[in-house]
């Protein structure tokens, strides 16, 4: 059974920095691309950043110069690392990849998120 596994999440003012990490556990065979999304009540999903195996990574216009998509294949783990936050970062943080469990067949799996919180 796969599972993805958000930390690293928390209460920071605006102006700081938080790093975010998502560990992927169990029979896994390989991981194609990796994706933060975050979401806020009441609006729709946001994708943030994403980050394929070989390391090409693409972000939201809303994030960008500010954070930073990185991964850990050896680790099975994705990094957020957010600067310069701001009150509208307020979100839960989800995790998403693209996991080979066992096989050759890929699924795509949620962890339960994680939640971010800027103060003003």
């Known amino acids: 059974q796969v599972q993805l596994v958000e930390s690293g999440g928390g209460l920071v003012q605006a102006g700081g920095s938080l790093r975010l990490s998502c560990a992927a556990s169990?029979?896994?065979?390989?991981?194609?691309?990796m994706t933060w999304y975050r979401q806020v009540p009441g609006k729709q999903r946001e994708q943030v950043a994403s980050?394929?195996?070989?390391?090409?990574?693409n972000y939201a216009d809303s994030v960008k110069g500010r954070f930073t998509i990185s991964r850990d294949n050896a680790k099975s783990t994705m990094y957020l690392q957010m600067n310069s936050l701001k009150p509208e970062d307020t979100a839960v943080y989800l995790c998403?990849?693209?996991?080979?469990?066992?096989?050759?067949?890929?699924?795509?799996?949620w962890g339960q998120g994680t939640q971010v919180t800027v103060s003003s």
């Open positions: 980050v394929t195996r070989g390391g090409r990574t």
């Open positions: 169990g029979n896994i065979f390989a991981i194609g691309v």
């Open positions: 998403n990849a693209d996991i080979s469990a066992g096989s050759f067949i890929s699924s795509n799996y």
